[in-house]
Nanobody
Framework: QVQLVESGGGLVQAGGSLRLSCAASGRTFSLCALGWFRQAPGKEREFVAAISRSGLNVLYADSVNGRFTISRDNAKNTQYLQMNSLKPEDTAVYYC?????????????????????WGQGTQVTVSS
């Protein structure tokens, strides 16, 4: 079993930066493919970024590509989401998630249906 806890959210002005962290418990973290999703008020949850088990492959939603960077540190059982050039439309609750048995070391998952474990979420608010 994997437990995920996000941190690093907060209030920031447009154009600013935040780094979200997602700390995981359990011994299987290094075997997981990982991802970040977000949900704004009144909207459906949407994919933000994913990173493969190997860490060599990443995938981003078009809306954040070039501004956000996903990474992982298996030694610390932690994944990160560096968010730069933030916009008011980035305001949402951000969730980290894990796929326990990815089909390969380079597999990436953009659908929430593939994810086995989720964090509780952290609020990110970007003011204009």
């Amino acid at each position: 079993q994997v437990q995920l806890v996000e941190s690093g959210g907060g209030l920031v002005q447009a154009g600013g930066s935040l780094r979200l962290s997602c700390a995981a418990s359990g011994r299987t973290f290094s075997l997981c493919a990982l991802g970040w999703f977000r949900q704004a008020p009144g909207k459906e949850r949407e994919f933000v970024a994913a990173i493969s088990r190997s860490g060599l492959n990443v995938l981003y939603a078009d809306s954040v590509n070039g501004r956000f960077t996903i990474s992982r540190d298996n030694a610390k059982n932690t994944q990160y989401l560096q968010m730069n050039s933030l916009k008011p439309e980035d305001t949402a609750v951000y969730y980290c998630a894990a796929v326990v048995r990815p089909v390969s070391g380079n597999a990436l998952y953009s659908s929430g249906l593939h994810y086995d474990y989720w964090g509780q979420g952290t609020q990110v608010t970007v003011s204009s």
